[in-house]
């Protein structure tokens, strides 16, 4: 076996055992060789080398990615499998020829796009022609559907176009979406699956102040929450990402809580057999766009799709698992203290907090706030706080914030608009 330094595939030593000799043995013999061990590949650079540059942001539509997908489409890789409830095409993207199958689906809930961004980056990966491409695609065969609620996205909304939750319709499959993923799944037999999918804004990671930017779940299979060998498939391999993204966003990765809900696919496919994987993209500082989250959501499926490669999910990694602290619903986006208002006459020191609605204007999605929560506050942290070390309150109407309101305020001298200080 040859290979030009630079292209070394970053997990031949592991998967090739005589490899492995020659790197331990190498000493004295072949500098050449002795260099793999320290290969590793750049996530970085590989994702700066096929990001899909013409989507970005929260509003991605089955407008956004036909283009691409017809562009990709170089050797029928694309099918349509079915059509959504408005008649819009829902698409599955096919690559590899290999012996493990891996069923992935993304935008199930329609405004959560990021793991569909971070799909497209996959796709550009896979048809790059790089080694280690070539070689997961020798191992796998992938059927991607990117887009399963082509109408949600459309309307940027989490349930389709008759206002069902794809994900709590996994039992009646009532909703011809999900008849399509249920009839791939049947027909495909995947090995695993990776259900992407994205979460608010309010989780932390345990009792941190550091938000969820990444969340994962091996989903219950029943009521006992047992780990049968499938699920522990799922669980080892959460926990060999977690320790790989750990290096990227040290804290920032959370646990979804895993009571047994029948009604959700990731429960249902579980129950199948399958080991099934839940990603959700969350927040990072100051990327409401989630470009950042897209990129470590990037790193998670290339890493996935390493670590079944290489079989390196065979320990029993429970407990580093459950070392995963889980997700805490203590965040809000703007968070104010501090505040001094008037109350019945009576002066008062208050907190209160603003959360922003995505709401579609023109065509784009904006980032409006509102105020939601007075004095008693359900949220412990703010993405953005503000300390107004009891300067008055006051707006249009007078001293007192109100429920759902725009925050458009002022807070003693500064004045905020859209919950930020105006510049
Ligand atoms: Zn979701």
Known sequence: ????????????????????????????????????????????????????????????????????????????????????????SIYSYQIGSGP????????????????????????????????????????????????????????????????????????????????????????????????????????????????????????????????????????????GINEVLQKYIPGQIGRFDDSFNFNCVGDTFQFFGVPTVLFEGGHYQNDYDREMTRKFLFFSMITAFKLIYENDIVDNRIDKYLNISQNNPVFCDLLYKNIKINYDGKEKIINFASQYKEEIIDGKIVFNAYIVQIDALDCLFGHYEYDAKGALYSDEYGNLPRLDQPANFFLGNFQFENGLIKS
């Not at 000799?21 to 590949?41: A, G, H, L, P, T």
């Not at 989507?55 to 050797?75: A, F, M």
């Not at 459309?154 to 996994?170: F, G, Q, V, W």
Request: aromatic share 12%; glycine share 4%; with cysteine.
């Open 1 to 88: 076996m040859k290979f030009d330094l630079h292209t070394i595939p970053f997990f031949v030593y592991k998967v090739e055992l005589s490899m492995v000799n020659i790197v331990y043995n190498c000493k004295n013999k072949d500098v050449y060789f002795c260099k793999i061990k320290q290969y590793s590949m750049d996530l970085e650079l590989v994702f700066a080398k096929y990001k899909e540059q013409t989507i970005q942001g929260r509003y991605i539509t089955l407008d956004h990615i036909e283009p691409i997908l017809h562009r990709l489409n170089t050797n029928n890789q694309l099918q349509i499998i079915g059509k959504s409830v408005q008649g819009k």
């Open 100 to 239: 493990i199958k891996i069923l992935l689906w993304s935008q199930m809930h329609g405004d959560e796009s990021s793991t569909t961004k971070a799909s497209f980056d996959c796709f550009n990966f896979f048809e790059g022609n790089s080694n280690e491409a070539e070689l997961f695609l020798k191992k796998f065969t992938l059927l991607w559907i990117p887009m399963l609620n082509p109408d949600g996205a459309k309307l940027y909304t989490r349930e389709n176009a008759n206002s069902i939750d794809l994900n709590r319709d996994s039992q009646d499959l009532s909703q011809p979406e999900s008849q399509v993923l249920r009839s791939v799944f049947n027909s495909f037999k995947p090995d695993f699956c990776f259900n992407l999918h994205d979460q608010r804004t309010i989780y932390s990671v345990g009792q941190t102040n550091k938000p969820a930017t990444l969340s994962f779940l091996a989903p219950a299979y029943n009521q006992e929450r047992e780990i049968n060998s499938s699920r522990l498939k799922a669980i080892n391999l959460i926990a």
